[in-house]
Every structure is written in C-alpha cells, then in structure tokens.
T-cell receptor
Framework: GAVVSQHPSRVICKSGTSVKIECRSL??????MFWYRQFPKQSLMLMAT?????????EQGVEKDKFLINHASLTLSTLTVTSAHPEDSSFYIC????????????FGSGTQLSVL | AQKITQTQPGMFVQEKEAVTLDCTYD???????LFWYKQPSSGEMIFLIY??????QNATEGRYSLNFQKARKSANLVISASQLGDSAMYFC?????????????FGTGTSLTVIP
C-alpha cells in the first residue's frame, strides 16, 4: 500500500526557533496533502490543505505566517513552524489521499513537537 | 452541525468479546466514503475499514466490520473477538465527493480499553 513518510518523529527546540517537518509520499504522487494538529486525547484538527505548486489553504484560526506550508513537488510537502513558542507544542500529522471516492487517507507517523 | 459524531469518549470490553463503536454522520452529498482509523499510543493512524455510500453490503476486514445504516446515517464499527492490542483510540471519518482535495472530517474519537 501507499506510504507517507514524515520526518522528524520527535523534535525538541527552544522558544523562538523555527522547525521544519517534512512529509513525503513514497510511492504515489500526492497533488494534495493535509496537515493536522492533534492535542493529547483529542481529535485531529485540520490546519491546512497543501496543493502542489500553489499556495496552501489554511483553516480558520490557523496563522499562515506561523505555520508555513510548501508543496514544491508531487511527493514532498513541508510544514515550518516559525518562531515556535511553548503553545505550539503538539503532535503534527501529515496525510495524503488518492483521487476517487474510496481512496483512504494515508498518514505519516507524526511529529511530536516540544518547545521549551 | 458536526459532520461526524462519536458519542462514546471511552469504552471497555472484555478480551475475546465483541464491541461496537458508534459513529453518525451528516452530509447532503450522495457520494461519500466512511472510514475508521485506529490510533495506538504510538500516534500513528492505522486504516481499518471503509464503506462507500453506494455500497449495498456492509464492509468487513478480518475482525472488523462496519454496520452501515444509510437511512440513519450511522456507520458503527464492530470489533469481534477483542484482543489486548485493540486498546487504542478509534476515529470515524468521512470524505465527501470525489477528488484528492476533498478533506476528511474526523470524529472526536473513542478510547477503547480491552480488559484481560
């Protein structure tokens, strides 16, 4: 089955630094990728939809200048948390789906971000 | 209105028993897909089963089956012969229409604990 690789799996950084998270579709072309944020014991919250070659579409309440998304190729999307603060600490998951009604969402393994 | 509703925050089941996790959905689109994902403590999202809106029969995948009641807009997950490894969060999700850009809507999840 299709695989989505997400890196790094865990990152600890100091407040004020930027962190980049990579999401790669390994064996299929993902024209669209989704970025989610998840707090402990809560559901996935869609942050943005990343479209290859165009600007990402952000959900209401998500700061586009804080969470920079780049989808430069059909296999790579990146999320950069700029000037991270402790409140940005969370679990971030990327995903990609194929076309068609029944195409399931393939998830990366997630990135646990801890901002000190 | 919520697109996906999971009313059971937590469930307990005895090992080897069956358990039903509830999910109701809301959509006016005649074409949609319903999905169940398992999220163990490691954080990865594991696809379990899907049901298409036009499918006549309930989906089954090993010990997982989906009780699809279209008129009631419910898509309950049934896990038979529960195992200790089934302890995890379970999310119901829906995708409306076709196209890779259509987002998935997730429920709030159900935490399942299998008791030895």
């Amino acid at each position: 089955g299709a695989v989505v690789s997400q890196h790094p799996s865990r990152v600890i950084c100091k407040s004020g630094t930027s962190v980049k998270i990579e999401c790669r579709s390994l064996d299929f072309q993902a024209t669209t990728m989704f970025w989610y944020r998840q707090f402990p014991k809560q559901s996935l919250m869609l942050m943005a939809t990343s479209n290859e070659g165009s600007k990402a579409t952000y959900e209401q309440g998500v700061e586009k200048d804080k969470f920079l998304i780049n989808h430069a190729s059909l296999t790579l999307s990146t999320l950069t948390v700029t000037s991270a603060h402790p409140e940005d600490s969370s679990f971030y998951i990327c995903s990609a789906a194929g076309t068609g009604l029944y195409e399931k969402l393939f998830f990366g393994s997630g990135t646990q971000l801890s901002v000190l | 209105a919520q697109k996906i509703t999971q009313t059971q925050p937590g469930m307990f089941v005895q090992e080897k028993e069956a358990v039903t996790l509830d999910c109701t959905y809301d959509t006016s689109d005649p074409s949609y897909g319903l999905f169940w994902y398992k999220q163990p403590s490691s954080g990865e999202m594991i696809f379990l089963i899907y049901q298409g809106s036009y499918d006549q029969q309930n989906a089954t995948e090993g010990r997982y089956s989906l009780n699809f009641q279209k008129a009631r807009k419910s898509a309950n997950l049934v896990i038979s012969a529960s195992q200790l490894g089934d302890s995890a969060m379970y999310f119901c999700a829906m995708r409306e229409g076709l196209g890779a850009g259509n987002q998935f809507y997730f429920g709030t999840g159900t935490s399942l604990t299998v008791i030895p």
